[in-house]
Structures are given as structure tokens and as C-alpha cells.
């Protein structure tokens, strides 16, 4: 049968290249959903907020500020992961339909999670550079790899 | 028949689960596209512009601004949705993978797309707080729920 | 058979319209990957960090600094990419499954990459105004136009 249409059971359950990059996709994403209410932790503590009507989640008589060290540092780390960890999912989705050796694939997987945990860590201890530089790069290397692998699949 | 190969006929509109998710997907997707159409509307009307090639788009004389309330606004709006929307989309396309549930799945879906849609209003108009704070919440929380389902659904 | 399980071989090889969607997708999300390192390298050249740690990758003495013309410009277009290429990837996978016509979508790939690339070349020369004013809107239409398609689809 070569027509498809997506029908009741939809699963990638018995994939075994997409259920690791569900795993650790979803690992990613999750921990990059949770960089906002960590922003918003720290406005609070720090009484830091960038809209006037938000004056009032803090003490009377404060006011607008977009200069706080700490939650700046987050949003920082926050922005690394939009510029990278969206990129990975959505090259991921392309790089595991473009049927990869599966051992490949999950080095690739569990090289990139490893490598923006440590980011994460390394942004916001903050640990010495250039840690958070090689992580950085390694991260970035993986998302290419994987983009080179597609384009070089869709042109031949 | 346990080999797949995407062919001729692809669709998602027999698939119930992915159905909502593409419905409500792209109309969130559609509004996060259309910030940056409304940044650039106030930035000829307040004729605030980054860069200085851009000058000539306003009256002779204005210099490069970054400071326009209104425009920082709707920036800031914009990027909440980066933040909230583009992980919503990857996550949602795992989270209908992993076969859930279709009236659960229906109803996150719904959920995350009216609270998005209130977080717009309420940042834009402004409304008063806690209203923007409770819908960038509730976002949150349906974007872990999914995150979290499919972290087990790939570990069992 | 409507059942549907994600098996051992799974490609989306055989489906024209996903191929040429990953090829394209792909080049445009490599493009994107690539801002982070061209921007680290101007931060080097210039000597712009953004962190009190990464400091001593720069000369002795220097401090942080948030001004740099160079390092902004290409932080700018960085950002332009997440606000619409990354949309682009995500209503793209559902454009395809939306089965629309083959030539119709390569024409909507092909122009939303022409116009990307034509706005980050308009944007690091920089080009004169209004090129990539045009450049952006011409691939902000395309998501529309795949926006406009699949809640349309949904809807019926």
C-alpha cells in the first residue's frame, strides 16, 4: 500500500529513532518551557518587571527595569535555547524521516541533550569559559550535521 | 503492514487528534506571525526604527530609537509567543504521536490557545495583572502536561 | 488499512511534496543555526561579550558590553529568522499534510527561501531600504498563504 492516510491509531511507539528523539526532544523542550516561569521567579524576587501594569506584583514605589543581572542572565540563556533547541526539534522531525542509522541517530540525540544541559548549567552557576562556549559549539555541530543530512538526502 | 513510506496520498484530515492539533496550531502560529506586520505598522507610525538604513522609511531627521513603549510592547509580546507557541507546536506534534486520549488532547488544545489568545489581548490593550501573569500560566502548564506525557509515553 | 504505526523504515522520500519541503526546510534552518556562530565571531573580532565570564575571551581589561553596531546587526537578523523561519518549519509540516498541490508548494518553498536569504544578505551589507523591507514580507505572506490553507482544511 503506498497511499497513506493518517487514521484512529497514530503512534511513533514502534519507531525506535523516533521515540528516542521524542524522549529527548521533549526533554529540551521542557526544559526550555521552564526557563520562563524561572524569569519570572526571579522579577519577582528581584522585583525586576518590564511593563508598567506589572509594578504592582512587587512593593509599592518601584519601578520599570530592564537592567537586573540575574534575570538578564536568564533571559540570555533563554534566547540560546530558542536559537537552538527549537532548531533541533524541527530538524530532528526532518533528520529521523530521512531514515538514519539508528545508532547514529541517538548519539546524535544524546550528544545534543548532554551538551545544552551543560549550557544551561554552565549560564546560569556560571561555570568558567569557555564551557559554556564548547557546549555551545558542540550543540551547534549536531543541529548541522543533522541539516546537512537532509539536504544531502533531498538532492539525490 | 509494519513499513512506511510517506507516498502519493498524505494527509493528516482522517486523524481526528492531529486534526485539532493542526486547526488550532496554525491559528496560533498565524497570530505570532502577524506581531511582526503589527511591529512594523508602529514603527512607521512612531517612526521608531534599529537600523539606520531604515530612516528613510520615516520623516528626514528622525535618528535610530529602541526606546518607543508601544513598539517594545509588542516585541515583548512577540517574544513571549517565541517562547510559548514554537515549543507548543514541536511538543504538540510528539504529544499526537503518542496516541493520547482524543477529548484530553482536544481539550489542552483548546485550553493553550485561549489562554494564549487572552495573554495578547491583555498584553496589547494593557489589562490589569494578574490577568496576563494567569494566561502565560496556564499556557505553561499545558505545554509540561504534554512534555510530561511524552517523556513516559518514551521511557515505558 | 487505516491503522497506522511508525515502523522500521520510515522516509519521507517518496512523498514529492515533504522532499521538497525538507530540503528546503533544512537549508533555511541550517542558515538560521549558522547566526549564532557568525555572531560569536564578531564578538570575538570586536570584543563584545555580554557576560562578566566570558571576558577573558577578549583582550585584558575590556568590559561588557551590550552596543556593538556589528554584533546587534547580525543579532537582529538572527532574531527576524526565529520570527519567521522557525513559524515557516512548523506550518510547513502541516502545509504538507494538508496534501496541497505539488507545484503550488514547491512555488511557496522556493519563494519564502528566495525571500529569506535575499532579507539576511539585505540586512548584513546592508542593501538600501525598502529591499529588505519587501524580502520580509514577501515570506511573511507565504506562512499566511500556508496558515490561511490548513485552518481552512481544518475547518471543513
Given at each position: ?27 529540551l ?63 530532528g ?15 546524535l ?7 545544552r ?40
Amino acid at each position: 500500500m503506498s497511499a497513506f492516510n493518517m487514521a484512529d491509531q497514530l503512534s511513533y511507539i514502534d519507531n525506535p529513532v523516533f521515540s528516542q528523539f521524542a524522549f529527548y526532544g521533549s526533554i529540551l523542550i521542557g526544559k526550555t518551557v521552564l526557563m520562563s516561569p524561572l524569569t519570572a521567579l526571579f522579577r519577582m524576587k528581584n522585583e525586576t518587571f518590564s511593563n508598567p501594569e506589572d509594578l504592582k506584583l512587587g512593593a509599592p514605589g518601584i519601578k520599570v527595569n530592564f537592567d537586573d543581572q540575574t534575570v538578564e542572565r536568564v533571559r540570555r540563556c533563554h534566547q540560546n535555547d530558542l536559537e537552538n533547541i527549537l532548531p533541533f526539534a524541527v530538524i530532528g522531525v526532518l533528520y529521523v524521516l530521512s531514515d538514519p542509522l539508528p545508532h547514529v541517530a541517538r548519539r546524535l540525540f544524546q550528544t545534543f541533550t548532554a551538551a545544552r544541559l551543560i549550557h544551561t548549567v554552565a549560564y546560569l552557576a556560571p561555570l568558567p569559559q569557555p564551557i559554556r562556549f564548547l557546549a555551545f559549539g558542540v550543540g551547534a555541530v549536531v543541529n548541522m550535521i543533522m541539516v546537512g543530512r537532509v539536504i544531502i538526502c533531498g538532492t539525490l
